[in-house]
């Protein structure tokens, strides 16, 4: 509406008029400042300039109309009611200049003191000090700093060099030392630098100075580091800044004055208690520069108890109106305290998990809004283990950190010789170059994963991320030789057997042992840790939010769980159920061998019979998780990827038969294989034969698995047990594909189950657009869907996962075509749209259509959030994530309640 712009547009609000609600008009620092004046607190009067304002500037590069005036109209009711005028020469006002955008954000000009004086005024200021002569060249050669620096970009070293000198000079290296007629040489050394970089003499008057400082803070808001920031923290780019105007107040009057930080309660541990900063004699910028060192805040009772009772009693009043800890700035001014600033604080993650349950307690706030005040990132923060650095390690070189968390262990480089050692009870670290599906083994064995290549998206990465191992990819200055067991690196070999230690939140890897804190959240999670006995205030808060998350949730949540191991762990942690049990990995390892001879299969007999010894092997995987699952349902995935996955890679098999061919050995067998991966390779395996494409093209291949799930369900159930098996058909496009597995699914299952009262559900994943689209259609055919998010986002956008990520992701960032992965968190737009469409399409076509998701979006707070909002029955995830996606499940639906009173 910039247009229509006119001069009755308002763009200043007294103190008087704003409120805490207003941060996106008046920015976080003027909302609050205007609720501290109307809480009847001893704020400085001032004004503030709006946001909108700063939007028009930056629209258009000048003040817009009526600017001018409202400000001259602010400026002249608050020298009424100070008695005083901007920079008089005998009895001057003077202003402090405050940016303050709705989210608090470095990188923006900060605050310029003191303005208003001049040659003339520093004089005044004087004699209304009481002659203080001190304080006010004092005062005059700080505005000229912090003018100079953020009004101007004169290099802020050049004034710290000038300090010094004059400290040299006065042999002392406390400005406190300094006299008035020091200051009064510094303030003239101050005026040449800045003559000498801006090429005019300081602006001596007031109201210029208050203009150009006003300017600079609308103009901060594009500077290149808030810009850098906001990208960063997903800032949005259009909001503009407000400027405060500020009476000043004097901290730097002597030692009846001082200045000021506080926090209501600790900030790292959310303990209640007095925790702030205090300098006596200086003047705020100077507590944060750590110029001189400040006391504990409980020194001011000692100093100055009038005000430091006046300020716990203040701090208490914030918190009980604010319901939250937070953080304040206030200075004294001869034994007056004044407040200056005060917002919700930043804490740490289980800082805000403790305040949340000290706030229940003390009936600031109800379950639900403690619910809302934590987030998933938190509690997953609070999951990891942590290195205990305060010796001084050294990393010897740094990667990726692609699955956080922190891990010693023996170096070992063959999946095989992982499992060995751990199976004597040794920690491991399995290194290797990159891994592959046939490390597997060695990946669960290991504490953590190294490798020199591969980057966010590798195997190593992704399958370490789903099982919550520390994993370190692509530390590419670690040489790896795995023939003869050793790294090198930094000029250093680590031999098979040394010790190493892996830190997956930064990347960084260590020689040698760092000790390591394992997690309490975890152990309560697992149900080593007793809630109620821990004398832990995090674990009990922890305890009692999730309770509330779980007795509010809609969402269930299930896990993605291929063995009875992460079956059991995932129910530890609270999984509903398994959403995703994926097949592949019972075709893996001494198995391989059985899997060949199917594929090799010339004629019908080979084929099954190759089928047939897969089969018990395949049974007793399900047994041993329907066991573990007890009743849960359980989803089964149909073998899903392309089967020369499981052959080996053909340039390797290519030169094996060619060596051997040239030994003269006999290698018909292999020249079989060769032959059969030659025949299978695809240009595009992601969108070729897998899935159920598969099940249709090898007889049997289906039917065996379907024959093995409902044989372990009779089997479990026979034993007392009880299992609920989903059958589910990977990557169907069209109903006809659906229906024709399900035929012979339902045959073979009548037949297993007879009368066992085992029930077995047949249903699909709907990952392919197509499938989405004719959801009404497939749901003719399937008693439930899961959205398999992964593949959706993948075939929705065209992207190859395993490609784009590394190619060109950090340009589509960068651009802003998207702010994070869709891998990462779901595409609401356009795949959730997809999401939605066969939500609506196939519950209608059959009501009571049971509905997830196991993507690895299941575990993503955002995309839980999305998936509640168009009603899913569950999410699945993995194991490790599944405490965050019942919090966040928990979070979607008190927020969908509307108790954001914040
Ligand atoms: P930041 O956003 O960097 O904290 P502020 O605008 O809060 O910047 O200013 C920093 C410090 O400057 C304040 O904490 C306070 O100590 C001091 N300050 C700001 N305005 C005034 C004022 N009107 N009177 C006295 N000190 C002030
Ligand atoms: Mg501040
Ligand atoms: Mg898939």
């Not at 005024?121 to 005059?140: H, I, P």
């Amino acid at each position: 509406m910039a247009a229509q712009e006119t001069v009755d547009h308002k763009y200043v609000y007294d103190f008087a008029e704003g409120n805490k609600d207003l941060k996106d008009l008046l920015g976080g620092k003027g909302a609050n400042l205007a609720e501290m004046t109307n809480l009847g607190l001893p704020v400085p009067p001032g004004f503030t300039i709006t946001t909108e304002a700063c939007k028009a500037y930056l629209a258009t590069g000048r003040e817009p109309a009526g600017l001018a005036g409202q400000i001259e109209a602010h400026l002249e009711s608050l020298e009424r009611g100070m008695g005083r005028r901007l920079g008089d020469a005998h009895d001057p006002l003077l202003v402090s200049v405050r940016s303050g955008a709705k989210f608090s954000m470095p990188g923006m000009m900060e605050t310029v003191l003191n303005v208003g004086l001049n040659d003339r005024s520093v004089v005044g200021l004087a004699a209304q000090a009481g002659g203080n002569e001190r304080f006010a060249w004092d005062s005059y050669r700080r505005l000229i700093q912090m003018f100079g620096k953020t009004v101007c970009e004169v290099p802020g070293e050049e004034f710290e060099h000038a300090l010094d000198e004059a400290k040299r000079a006065r042999g002392t290296d406390n400005d406190l030392d300094l006299d008035a007629d020091d200051l009064r040489g510094l303030v003239d050394a101050y005026k040449r630098i800045f003559l000498k970089h801006t090429g005019r003499d300081f602006p001596q008057e007031p109201r210029e100075q208050l203009d150009l400082a006003i300017r600079a803070v609308f103009e901060s808001w594009n500077a290149e580091r808030a810009v850098l920031y906001r990208r960063q923290e997903r800032i949005p780019a259009d909001l503009g800044t407000a400027v405060n105007v500020v009476a000043m107040v004097f901290g730097n009057l002597g030692p009846d004055s001082g200045t000021g930080v506080a926090f209501t309660r600790d900030p790292a541990s959310g303990a209640q208690g007095i925790y702030g900063d205090y300098l006596a004699n200086a003047q705020g910028e100077d507590v944060v520069a750590g110029i001189r060192n400040t006391v504990p805040l409980q020194e001011l009772e000692r100093l100055d108890k009038r005000s430091y009772d006046e300020l716990l009693d203040i701090m208490a009043r914030l918190e009980g109106h604010y319901r939250d800890l937070c953080d304040i700035e206030f200075t004294i001014e001869r034994g007056k305290l004044w407040m200056l600033q005060t917002r919700v604080g930043k804490r740490t993650a289980a800082a805000a998990f403790v305040i949340a349950g000290q706030l229940v307690d003390e009936g600031l706030i109800d379950l639900d809004e403690a619910l809302h005040r934590v987030n998933g990132a938190q509690l997953a923060q609070l999951m990891f283990p942590r290195f205990q650095l305060d010796h001084d390690f050294e990393p010897v070189a740094r990667g990726v950190g692609a699955s956080p968390g922190a891990a010693s262990g023996r170096v070992v480089f063959t999946s095989a010789r992982a499992v060995e050692l751990a199976g004597e009870g040794e920690a491991v670290i399995l290194v290797r170059r990159e891994t592959n599906p046939d490390d597997l083994n060695g990946m669960i064995a290991a504490k953590g994963i190294l490798t020199s290549r591969g980057g966010k998206t590798s195997h190593a990465a992704v399958v370490a991320r789903g099982m919550g191992k520390t994993c370190v990819s692509g530390a590419d200055e670690i040489d790896v030789n795995v023939p003869a067991k050793r790294f090198t690196v930094a000029g250093q070999t680590v031999n098979e057997g040394d010790v190493v230690s892996i830190d997956g939140t930064t990347g960084k890897v260590y020689l040698g042992e760092v000790p390591v804190t394992p997690s309490e959240v975890v152990r309560y999670f697992e149900g080593t840790l007793d809630p109620d006995e821990a004398d832990d205030a995090l674990v009990k808060a922890v305890h009692r939010i999730m309770t509330h998350a779980d007795a509010t949730r809609r969402l269930a949540v299930r896990a993605n769980a291929d063995t009875g191991a992460d079956a059991a762990r995932a129910r530890r942690f609270g999984a509903q159920g398994i959403g995703l049990c994926r097949t592949e990995h019972m075709f893996l390892g001494d198995r391989r061998e059985l899997v060949e001879r199917l594929i090799l299969a010339r004629t019908d007999t080979e084929r099954s019979d190759a089928l047939a010894a897969l089969l018990p092997l395949q049974r007793d995987d399900f047994v041993e998780i329907f066991r573990e699952m007890a009743g849960l349902p359980v989803t089964v995935r149909l073998i899903d990827p392309p089967l020369h996955e499981f052959l080996p890679p053909l340039e390797q098999l290519a030169v094996d038969v060619a060596v051997a061919q040239e030994r003269g050995e006999d290698v018909a067998k292999e020249e079989a294989l060769l032959a059969a991966v030659r025949r299978m390779h695809e240009e595009n395996p992601m969108l070729g034969l897998r899935g159920v494409r598969l099940g249709l093209v090898i007889p049997g291949l289906f039917a065996m698995q379907v024959r093995a799930i409902a044989e372990a369900a009779v089997r479990v159930t026979r034993d007392g047990g009880s299992a609920c098996p989903e059958i589910m058909v990977p990557l169907v496009g069209a109903v006809q594909e659906l229906e024709t597995v399900r035929a012979e699914a339902e045959r073979i299952i009548a037949e297993v189950v007879g009368d066992s009262g085992v029930e077995v559900l047949i249903g699909t994943m709907i990952e392919v657009p197509r499938a989405a689209l004719t959801a009404g259609q497939i749901a003719e055919a399937a008693q439930f869907f899961s959205f398999g998010t992964n593949d959706l986002t993948q075939m929705g956008w065209g992207f190859s996962r395993d490609d784009v990520e590394g190619a060109f992701f950090w340009r589509y960032l960068e651009l802003g075509i998207f702010g994070i992965s869709p891998f990462e968190s779901i595409d609401r737009d356009g795949v959730g749209r997809l999401v939605r469409i066969a939500a609506e399409e196939g519950r209608a076509a059959r009501p009571g259509l049971k509905l997830g998701v196991c993507g690895e979006h299941g575990g993503d707070p955002e995309s839980v959030h999305f998936f509640h909002s168009v009603g899913l029955d569950y999410v699945s995830c993995s194991p490790f994530r599944v405490p965050v996606a019942r919090l966040e499940a928990g979070r979607a639906a008190v927020e969908t309640v509307g108790s954001d009173s914040r």
